[in-house]
């Protein structure tokens, strides 16, 4: 770990960020200095060539004696767009960041062969979650890396349901890397940084701010091959993301939800707008048909038969709920009228379910979720 390189290109990027500077003039400066190594002399000879060389070479320098001693960790790394490991897919996007901090193991799935990019609400329901799950850990089976944006919701489903299946993903972060935000995703990080990495533009100690998110959603476009949205209401952030993959020339998706919640109208806009219909993950365009290698398939193995035997072992209310939550979450008092059974033999029946792991509170409501025999 070079804190001396640290130091410059936190320096670099905090000068050109209060001039204003584009990522295109920062990478030409770095393009001629052939890196980080050679960017203070760069710029002290190119310092009278114009004011604004001038006022770079001498913020920089006011940064770089102002930077205070950094408590970097072993897995903090910086790459510049000059760098032979910087993200391939980057180069070919409007405005590449031009250094990229991160915290991790390596940037390796960030070189693979298909990526994708998955964001949505922060507020979702549980729909939006179930569907986040079941896709993701589909994805993650097949060996796929999966990006999101590290935000509560639908970001943080995406990236917990990679990590459960044993795979990497990456978080690119509106903030530092050394930043926690949301708070409540601390652990979720530190877990993300043990196999994959947190992403960001800005540096160490960058705290959150409201423009930073646009800015890091192009990113998030910019390093996958194709996005998928799983649920956005209208007016969401996602659409930036969506609207900066389109601008590049990736494939956008969309997952379709309940017209009566409204928390599916993003993507039933970017549907009727052309995105691509999923419903499983082998309506993602280019989605590979087969696992490259399967992480405990042994165990995960489904296990029909003892389901089956567990179902005709079931009273015909037992059936009746859970054909019922197959379709939605329901209330106590919901499922009652419907399967026609009284209270107390429902809530009976429904304890029965839950003690099999078949059925599960949330928020008040009963949700179907997959027991140990199914």
């Known amino acids: 770990m070079d804190t001396t390189r ?18 295109r003039e920062r990478a030409i400066i770095l393009e001629n200095s052939k890196g980080l190594e050679y960017l203070r002399e760069q710029l002290l000879m190119t310092r009278d060539e114009s004011p604004q060389h001038g006022e770079l070479y001498r913020r920089f320098m006011s940064e770089l004696s102002g930077t205070t001693t950094l408590l970097l960790s072993n897995r903090d790394r910086i790459i510049s767009i000059v760098d032979g490991e910087y993200p391939q897919r980057l180069l070919h996007t409007d405005q590449p960041p031009s250094i990229l901090f991160f915290r991790g193991e390596s940037l390796a799935e960030l070189h693979s062969s298909f990526i994708i990019t998955v964001i949505g609400t922060r507020n ?24 999101s944006g590290g935000a509560r919701g639908i970001d943080g489903q995406a990236h917990s349901s990679a990590l459960a299946v ?4 990456i978080a690119v972060l509106g903030c530092g890397v050394d930043v926690s935000y949301p708070k409540e995703h601390t652990h979720l990080f530190e877990q993300i940084a043990e196999t994959g990495a947190l ?20 990113i998030l476009a910019g390093l ?35 017209i009566l919640s409204g928390s599916s109208r993003s993507c039933h806009d970017l549907i009727r707008e052309g995105a691509v219909i999923v419903e499983s993950i082998d309506d993602i ?16 193995t489904p296990q029909r038969p003892e389901a089956e035997r567990r179902r005709t072992e079931m009273n015909r209310e037992e059936v009746c709920i859970l ?28 304890a ?17 979720s997959r027991g140990m025999c199914e």
């Open 224 to 258: 996958c091959d194709v996005v998928l949205v799983t649920e956005a209401s209208r007016f969401s952030g996602t659409l930036i993301t969506a609207g900066f993959a389109a601008d590049y020339g990736r494939d956008v998706c969309a997952v379709p939800g309940s």
């Open 323 to 350: 054909n019922l939550l197959e379709a939605a979450p329901r209330t106590l008092h919901a499922i009652s009228e419907h399967c026609q059974i009284d209270l107390r033999t429902t809530a009976l029946s429904l």
């Open 352 to 368: 029965t379910l839950q003690s099999r792991g078949l059925v599960r509170l949330y928020r008040g409501l009963y949700v179907r």
């Open 199 to 218: 992403v960001s533009e800005y540096p160490l100690g960058t705290l959150p701010r409201r423009h930073h998110f646009p800015a890091r959603n192009r």
């Open 124 to 147: 979702p329901s549980f729909y939006g979650l179930e569907v986040t799950k079941k896709l993701c850990t589909e994805m993650a089976r097949r060996d796929i890396t999966i990006v």
């Open 166 to 169: 044993g795979k990497a993903t």
């Open 285 to 300: 365009p280019r989605m590979p048909a087969h696992p490259a290698h399967v992480r405990g398939a042994t165990n995960r």
């Open 6 to 23: 640290w130091k410059i290109a936190t320096a670099f990027t905090k000068a050109a960020s209060s001039l204003r500077m584009s990522q």
